[in-house]
């Protein structure tokens, strides 16, 4: 059995190998004439001579467009063909607090003023707000919102320099405490993330004390911002504003829990506090009875309340979906939806014992009495890249991971810098996808054209060869596929692949089948065309005379002589695939969502509010599909021209 | 001639006869049963209904029983109903829509007059652009204007119509704020005069008209150039050169008469070719044309629509290759088909 198998794979193997053979020959033939070796007498007699194909290459080498357009399409297909193994994609992610964000890659330039003294980080989505040691405030990253057109970076004139305590900064506003005790804020605030709410809203106001009043800034404990919300600790004092849909028990805590508070931390969607003397508490909405845990120390926990009955928490820690806990005895718990890893917890050096930890939006970041930094959770873009770091403090940006030495200085800071194309309107980073779709939109093109090529060769071939009631049949079934109109038919194909249980990769696969099946009746035309001029010469008259196989004279004599017409053909062809696969995609016909091309990216700039304020969504991937099937445009047309010797004779 | 052309429909009836039956294969391939969906509507509304007599009788009502190839022939028009009439396709029954509720027949009639409106006036602005800009060219053959415009046409052909409608829309409805950004009409102009409604329609349709205009140039430029110039290269090109004639009187008489047969598949090919191009114009400017039905129909799973429209595509993509076939005898005679 096994070596049944064996001789049939050699078999096929065999069967490549000629394959490819035949196909280097044509091409040799092609480029660099005939395969007889010349010997040097000969050498010298023709060395004036070149073959038409050697002068053809030249001649397509001497023209500047076509030589840069091959340039630009070579470093194309090696942009999408390599590119995807260095930069990975996660198909299925998506972060709405991530979306429409234009270009731009300031997200980790820390201040330099602000990285020589450092008192706190933070941030919860697109920007990051810092306060150095000299009471300076500082705002990094995009601070724009792309719809409204508010620029979140125009800090208002009650900051001034010297003046300012803490400042947090939320998805879509920042919240400032200044040292004489104001609390200033800006940004969005039509779900009550400051100022007066509206009667009737789901939003609950800022305390009077903090709108009209002032504080005593010395005693700010905490001041913290999450999805619209806001939660400050003062003097022991919890208070809490913002949307009440953002953070579910928000009324709850702010109205029973704020009492004796030492620190709070907000995820997406409850907030959690943690008291003076140890204990955690979440409201009634978010108990730990009967919750599941992963500890460090003791790995699984079935029900999280048992366990931290009689233990002390000295912090706690918030990503978008998960808490973090640390006991005293250094035991660090999490718990809640971890979707990205945020239960994988890091393995610590025994003699090291966890002292603080923190949150960004998908991952977790502690600090070692030793000193040393460990990272976890969703690592898209490097954030979570810490194992041992000497720090002396840390911070979590929402994709960043900070790092402090014992001077206050900032010491590393590694994460998320920002999208070059911009991310669209899931959040996911436009050029990742424009790789990653590059290399599905060439695929399909690229196999949509070989079996076109095929089928055109095969009919084309047999039917110009071979005459008579076989040219008949096989040019009026060329008719009848010619007839069916393109666009809708492929349609209709499609939406009857979408009503069937195959999967994703397999309707992909039937989706370049079909655009191969409807496209090949031109090339078969023009082949049957340059077969049937082909045969009346003398050398089919020869191998015939020799007594060569019919078969063996249409694809192996006469094939090779119509290849420049298949060569050229096969180019357009490639470019109108393209096109037609990205405009099915566009239409939603094609490949579907969240399998990238560069046509189903443009899918959502079919209206003006995608066309007007987005404009990275549609520009970029538009100008790659625009640059490759110009430049495969440009090549087949001068191929066509350098061909072709009656048009060699322009100028 | 006749008997060439009638030679040429039967032809074309075979070959319509084979792609409706492929058709109609592929559209019996989606999970759609209107006998099954009526009679459950009517046993849920109507407890006391058996579900399996009002299934057989909505089947036989609506011709779902029997074989496939039965039920093509029904919905041809050549096989009867259980009842004994022929009620298809030959009678001008192409079934009923359910999303709009009505016969297909009935509901395409509007979508249709604004589709041909659409493509016969960008038909007729890209031949007023492309013709003389393809002969100039042809004649000024090698200046550096023609390699620009070769440039421009290259760039123009090769991208693709969505992709030129984004960026016509983002410039000329949104930045410079000319044109509307999609509809056909204002909310509420069916108030106005007949004057207002008119200039209200080619106001919203200017820009759609550009961008179908401006898409097509490229090829189209490519084409009668490449004719032209292949004209311009004929013997009798260069005798009547040597016998004094002028260079108009050459180019435009005797060249372009010869350069005008390909040029002529080409119009006649591309206009029927446009209605299915169209679609996607239509769509992105929410044109109410055949091809938005299209496309609506087979995202609201309006299945009836769906194949009465692709047969439509196909009628008019065998009729245009008749007309080309004729056309051809036309315009040049020693073409002239005498088989």
Same mark, same amino acid.
């Given at each position: 059995?096994?070596?049944?198998?064996?001789?049939?794979?050699?078999?096929?193997?065999?069967?490549?190998?000629?394959?490819?053979?035949?196909?280097?020959?044509?091409?040799?033939?092609?480029?660099?004439?005939?395969?007889?070796?010349?010997?040097?007498?000969?050498?010298?007699?023709?060395?004036?001579?070149?073959?038409?194909?050697?002068?053809?290459?030249?001649?397509?080498?001497?023209?500047?467009?076509?030589?840069?357009?091959?340039?630009?399409?070579?470093?194309?297909?090696?942009?999408?063909?390599?590119?995807?193994?260095?930069?990975?994609?996660?198909?299925?992610?998506?972060?709405?607090?991530?979306?429409?964000?234009?270009?731009?890659?300031?997200?980790?330039?820390?201040?330099?003023?602000?990285?020589?003294?450092?008192?706190?980080?933070?941030?919860?989505?697109?920007?990051?707000?810092?306060?150095?040691?000299?009471?300076?405030?500082?705002?990094?990253?995009?601070?724009?919102?792309?719809?409204?057109?508010?620029?979140?970076?125009?800090?208002?004139?009650?900051?001034?320099?010297?003046?300012?305590?803490?400042?947090?900064?939320?998805?879509?506003?920042?919240?400032?405490?200044?040292?004489?005790?104001?609390?200033?804020?800006?940004?969005?605030?039509?779900?009550?993330?400051?100022?007066?709410?509206?009667?009737?809203?789901?939003?609950?106001?800022?305390?009077?004390?903090?709108?009209?009043?002032?504080?005593?800034?010395?005693?700010?404990?905490?001041?913290?911002?999450?999805?619209?919300?806001?939660?400050?600790?003062?003097?022991?004092?919890?208070?809490?504003?913002?949307?009440?849909?953002?953070?579910?028990?928000?009324?709850?805590?702010?109205?029973?829990?704020?009492?004796?508070?030492?620190?709070?931390?907000?995820?997406?969607?409850?907030?959690?506090?943690?008291?003076?003397?140890?204990?955690?508490?979440?409201?009634?909405?978010?108990?730990?009875?009967?919750?599941?845990?992963?500890?460090?120390?003791?790995?699984?926990?079935?029900?999280?309340?048992?366990?931290?009955?009689?233990?002390?928490?000295?912090?706690?820690?918030?990503?978008?979906?998960?808490?973090?806990?640390?006991?005293?005895?250094?035991?660090?718990?999490? /718990?809640?939806?971890?979707?990205?890893?945020?239960?994988?917890?890091?393995?610590?050096?025994?003699?090291?014992?966890?002292?603080?930890?923190?949150?960004?939006?998908?991952?977790?970041?502690?600090?070692?009495?030793?000193?040393?930094?460990?990272?976890?959770?969703?690592?898209?873009?490097?954030?979570?890249?810490?194992?041992?770091?000497?720090?002396?403090?840390?911070?979590?940006?929402?994709?960043?991971?900070?790092?402090?030495?014992?001077?206050?200085?900032?010491?590393?800071?590694?994460?998320?810098?920002?999208?070059?194309?911009?991310?669209?309107?899931?959040?996911?980073?436009?050029?990742?996808?424009?790789?990653?779709?590059?290399?599905?939109?060439?695929?399909?093109?690229?196999?949509?054209?070989?079996?076109?090529?095929?089928?055109?060769?095969?009919?084309?071939?047999?039917?110009?060869?071979?005459?008579?009631?076989?040219?008949?049949?096989?040019?009026?079934?060329?008719?009848?596929?010619?007839?069916?109109?393109?666009?809708?038919?492929?349609?209709?194909?499609?939406?009857?692949?979408?009503?069937?249980?195959?999967?994703?990769?397999?309707?992909?696969?039937?989706?370049?089948?079909?655009?191969?099946?409807?496209?090949?009746?031109?090339?078969?035309?023009?082949?049957?065309?340059?077969?049937?001029?082909?045969?009346?010469?003398?050398?089919?008259?020869?191998?015939?005379?020799?007594?060569?196989?019919?078969?063996?004279?249409? /694809?192996?004599?006469?094939?090779?002589?119509?290849?420049?017409?298949?060569?050229?053909?096969?180019?357009?062809?490639?470019?109108?695939?393209?096109?037609?696969?990205?405009?099915?995609?566009?239409?939603?016909?094609?490949?579907?969502?969240?399998?990238?091309?560069?046509?189903?990216?443009?899918?959502?700039?079919?209206?003006?509010?995608?066309?007007?304020?987005?404009?990275?969504?549609?520009?970029?991937?538009?100008?790659?599909?625009?640059?490759?099937?110009?430049?495969?445009?440009?090549?087949?047309?001068?191929?066509?021209?350098?061909?072709?010797?009656?048009?060699?004779?322009?100028? | 001639?006749?008997?060439?052309?009638?030679?040429?429909?039967?032809?074309?009836?075979?070959?319509?006869?084979?792609?409706?039956?492929?058709?109609?294969?592929?559209?019996?391939?989606?999970?759609?049963?209107?006998?099954?969906?009526?009679?459950?509507?009517?046993?849920?509304?109507?407890?006391?209904?058996?579900?399996?007599?009002?299934?057989?009788?909505?089947?036989?009502?609506?011709?779902?029983?029997?074989?496939?190839?039965?039920?093509?022939?029904?919905?041809?028009?050549?096989?009867?109903?259980?009842?004994?009439?022929?009620?298809?396709?030959?009678?001008?029954?192409?079934?009923?829509?359910?999303?709009?509720?009505?016969?297909?027949?009935?509901?395409?009639?509007?979508?249709?007059?604004?589709?041909?409106?659409?493509?016969?006036?960008?038909?007729?602005?890209?031949?007023?652009?492309?013709?003389?800009?393809?002969?100039?060219?042809?004649?000024?053959?090698?200046?550096?204007?023609?390699?620009?415009?070769?440039?421009?046409?290259?760039?123009?052909?090769?991208?693709?119509?969505?992709?030129?409608?984004?960026?016509?829309?983002?410039?000329?409805?949104?930045?410079?704020?000319?044109?509307?950004?999609?509809?056909?009409?204002?909310?509420?102009?069916?108030?106005?005069?007949?004057?207002?409604?008119?200039?209200?329609?080619?106001?919203?349709?200017?820009?759609?008209?550009?961008?179908?205009?401006?898409?097509?140039?490229?090829?189209?430029?490519?084409?009668?150039?490449?004719?032209?110039?292949?004209?311009?290269?004929?013997?009798?090109?260069?005798?009547?050169?040597?016998?004094?004639?002028?260079?108009?009187?050459?180019?435009?008489?005797?060249?372009?008469?010869?350069?005008?047969?390909?040029?002529?598949?080409?119009?006649?090919?591309?206009?029927?070719?446009?209605?299915?191009?169209?679609?996607?114009?239509?769509?992105?400017?929410?044109?109410?044309?055949?091809?938005?039905?299209?496309?609506?129909?087979?995202?609201?799973?309006?299945?009836?629509?769906?194949?009465?429209?692709?047969?439509?595509?196909?009628?008019?993509?065998?009729?245009?290759?008749?007309?080309?076939?004729?056309?051809?005898?036309?315009?040049?005679?020693?073409?002239?088909?005498?088989?």
């Amino acid at each position: 059995m096994a070596k049944n198998q064996n001789t049939n794979q050699s078999a096929s193997g065999n069967w490549f190998v000629r394959l490819m053979k035949t196909l280097g020959r044509w091409a040799k033939r092609m480029f660099f004439g005939g395969s007889k070796e010349l010997t040097m007498d000969e050498k010298l007699a023709v060395e004036k001579l070149e073959s038409p194909s050697k002068l053809a290459v030249k001649a397509f080498f001497r023209r500047k467009l076509a030589t840069g357009a091959l340039v630009v399409l070579v470093c194309m297909f090696l942009f999408v063909f390599i590119g995807p193994y260095f930069i990975p994609m996660d198909l299925n992610y998506t972060d709405p607090l991530q979306a429409n964000i234009a270009p731009n890659y300031s997200m980790l330039k820390v201040p330099d003023e602000l990285a020589a003294n450092v008192r706190s980080i933070h941030g919860f989505s697109n920007f990051t707000v810092g306060v150095s040691g000299d009471n300076n405030f500082y705002l990094w990253g995009y601070t724009e919102n792309a719809l409204t057109k508010v620029d979140y970076g125009k800090i208002p004139d009650e900051v001034q320099p010297g003046k300012v305590e803490a400042a947090a900064a939320g998805s879509d506003h920042i919240i400032v405490i200044t040292t004489d005790g104001k609390v200033v804020a800006w940004g969005n605030n039509s779900c009550g993330q400051y100022g007066v709410v509206k009667e009737g809203d789901p939003h609950r106001q800022i305390p009077d004390l903090l709108l009209n009043g002032t504080i005593d800034a010395s005693k700010v404990d905490q001041l913290i911002c999450g999805y619209q919300t806001t939660a400050l600790v003062l003097d022991g004092e919890l208070y809490m504003w913002g949307n009440t849909k953002a953070c579910l028990n928000l009324n709850e805590m702010a109205d029973n829990y704020n009492k004796n508070v030492q620190k709070v931390a907000l995820s997406n969607y409850y907030a959690i506090v943690l008291f003076e003397d140890g204990t955690v508490s979440g409201g009634s909405a978010l108990s730990f009875a009967m919750m599941s845990a992963v500890s460090s120390k003791n790995g699984n926990i079935s029900n999280l309340k048992p366990y931290l009955e009689g233990k002390t928490v000295v912090d706690i820690a918030a990503t978008n979906n998960c808490y973090a806990l640390l006991l005293s005895d250094g035991d660090l718990v999490v /718990f809640g939806a971890a979707e990205y890893g945020e239960t994988e917890l890091p393995a610590i050096p025994s003699g090291e014992k966890i002292v603080q930890v923190e949150g960004g939006t998908r991952h977790f970041i502690c600090r070692t009495d030793a000193n040393k930094a460990y990272a976890w959770g969703h690592n898209d873009a490097g954030q979570s890249n810490l194992n041992g770091e000497e720090a002396a403090n840390i911070f979590a940006g929402p994709k960043q991971s900070y790092l402090i030495g014992e001077d206050n200085q900032l010491t590393k800071k590694i994460g998320m810098k920002g999208y070059i194309f911009g991310t669209d309107n899931r959040g996911r980073d436009t050029f990742t996808r424009i790789v990653h779709g590059g290399k599905m939109t060439m695929t399909v093109g690229a196999v949509a054209v070989i079996v076109s090529s095929l089928i055109a060769i095969i009919v084309g071939c047999l039917s110009g060869y071979f005459g008579g009631w076989v040219d008949m049949l096989l040019m009026r079934v060329t008719e009848i596929f010619s007839a069916i109109p393109f666009l809708p038919f492929a349609m209709l194909l499609s939406y009857v692949l979408q009503t069937k249980p195959i999967s994703e990769n397999m309707r992909i696969f039937m989706i370049m089948i079909i655009l191969g099946l409807l496209s090949w009746t031109g090339l078969a035309r023009m082949i049957r065309g340059q077969v049937l001029a082909e045969r009346e010469k003398e050398f089919v008259i020869a191998a015939q005379s020799m007594g060569v196989k019919e078969n063996r004279i249409a /694809f192996k004599h006469i094939l090779p002589n119509v290849i420049s017409v298949i060569l050229v053909s096969m180019t357009l062809d490639f470019a109108t695939c393209l096109l037609t696969e990205s405009s099915l995609s566009y239409l939603g016909f094609g490949v579907t969502q969240p399998q990238p091309t560069w046509g189903n990216m443009l899918d959502g700039a079919n209206n003006s509010i995608v066309i007007q304020n987005y404009w990275w969504q549609w520009l970029f991937p538009a100008i790659f599909l625009a640059i490759a099937t110009i430049s495969i445009n440009i090549i087949g047309d001068t191929l066509r021209d350098v061909l072709d010797p009656k048009s060699s004779q322009e100028k | 001639m006749g008997k060439y052309i009638v030679k040429r429909i039967m032809y074309i009836l075979v070959v319509f006869l084979i792609l409706s039956f492929l058709i109609f294969m592929i559209y019996n391939m989606l999970p759609v049963d209107k006998a099954a969906e009526t009679a459950r509507a009517e046993v849920q509304a109507n407890k006391r209904l058996n579900y399996e007599e009002r299934y057989e009788f909505w089947q036989k009502r609506y011709g779902t029983n029997g074989s496939k190839f039965e039920r093509y022939l029904r919905w041809l028009g050549v096989y009867p109903y259980d009842d004994g009439t022929f009620n298809g396709l030959l009678q001008g029954n192409l079934g009923d829509s359910t999303q709009y509720g009505k016969p297909v027949i009935e509901m395409l009639g509007e979508p249709m007059k604004n589709t041909i409106i659409i493509n016969i006036f960008s038909t007729i602005l890209a031949l007023g652009i492309t013709i003389p800009l393809g002969i100039f060219c042809a004649v000024k053959r090698g200046s550096k204007r023609d390699v620009a415009v070769q440039v421009g046409t290259i760039v123009g052909y090769s991208l693709p119509t969505f992709i030129i409608a984004i960026v016509f829309i983002w410039l000329f409805a949104i930045v410079l704020g000319w044109f509307p950004v999609s509809g056909m009409s204002t909310a509420g102009s069916l108030t106005w005069s007949a004057w207002d409604r008119l200039w209200d329609r080619a106001y919203h349709l200017a820009l759609p008209l550009i961008v179908m205009t401006f898409c097509s140039l490229g090829g189209m430029t490519r084409y009668v150039r490449a004719s032209m110039i292949e004209a311009l290269s004929m013997d009798c090109i260069r005798t009547a050169r040597a016998k004094g004639l002028r260079e108009k009187v050459v180019v435009y008489s005797h060249a372009w008469r010869n350069a005008l047969i390909p040029i002529v598949t080409l119009v006649i090919g591309w206009f029927l070719g446009i209605f299915g191009g169209s679609l996607m114009i239509e769509n992105i400017f929410a044109l109410n044309g055949i091809g938005r039905v299209y496309y609506t129909a087979l995202q609201m799973h309006d299945n009836e629509v769906v194949l009465a429209l692709q047969m439509f595509y196909i009628i008019i993509a065998l009729m245009g290759n008749l007309i080309i076939d004729l056309a051809y005898g036309f315009v040049d005679p020693r073409v002239r088909v005498n088989k």
